[in-house]
C-alpha cells in the first residue's frame, strides 16, 4: 500500500510563495508518476502538475505555467510544489497523488492520494 502525506499550506497574501511537499511510502517511489490537483469549493478537481517518474519531465495547466514548479527527490520518497506569484484564484485544498508508470493530467487515472492541504490566498 502506498501512502501520501501532504504538508506545507498555509495563508499567504497575493503575490507571496508557498512550497508543498509531499511524502510519500513505500520502496518503489521511483516507480510512480506524481501529480498534484486542487479543488476549490463548489468546484471539480482539477490538474496543476504532474513529473515523470525520473523527474525529467513536467507539465503544468496553463492557470499555473510559469509560476509553480513541481520536483522530486527520489532519495527522499517525496515531491514538492514550489508555487510564487501566488493568487487569490489559487485558493484551494491541493492533492498528490501516485499512478504507475506514465504522467497523466486527469485524475480518474491516479491510483493513490493524500488527505489534501488548504491554500489560502488573501488579496
Known amino acids: 500500500q502506498v501512502q501520501l502525506v501532504e504538508s506545507g499550506g498555509g495563508l499567504v497574501q497575493a503575490g507571496g510563495s508557498l512550497r508543498l511537499s509531499c511524502a510519500v511510502s513505500?520502496?518503489?517511489?521511483?516507480?510512480?508518476?506524481m501529480g498534484w490537483f486542487r479543488q476549490a469549493p463548489g468546484k471539480e478537481r482539477e490538474f496543476v502538475a504532474a513529473?515523470?517518474?525520473?523527474?525529467?519531465?513536467?507539465y503544468y495547466s496553463d492557470s499555473v505555467k510559469g509560476r509553480f514548479t513541481i520536483s522530486r527527490d527520489n532519495a527522499k520518497n517525496t515531491v514538492y510544489l514550489q508555487m510564487n506569484s501566488l493568487k487569490p484564484e489559487d485558493t484551494a485544498v491541493y492533492y498528490c497523488?501516485?499512478?504507475?508508470?506514465?504522467?497523466?493530467?486527469?485524475?480518474?487515472?491516479?491510483?493513490?492520494w493524500g488527505q489534501g492541504t488548504q491554500v489560502t490566498v488573501s488579496s
Open positions: 497523488a501516485a499512478k504507475q508508470f506514465y504522467t497523466s493530467n486527469l485524475p480518474v487515472d491516479y491510483d493513490y
Open positions: 513505500g520502496r518503489t517511489f521511483s516507480s510512480y508518476a
Open positions: 513529473i515523470s517518474r525520473s523527474g525529467r519531465s513536467t
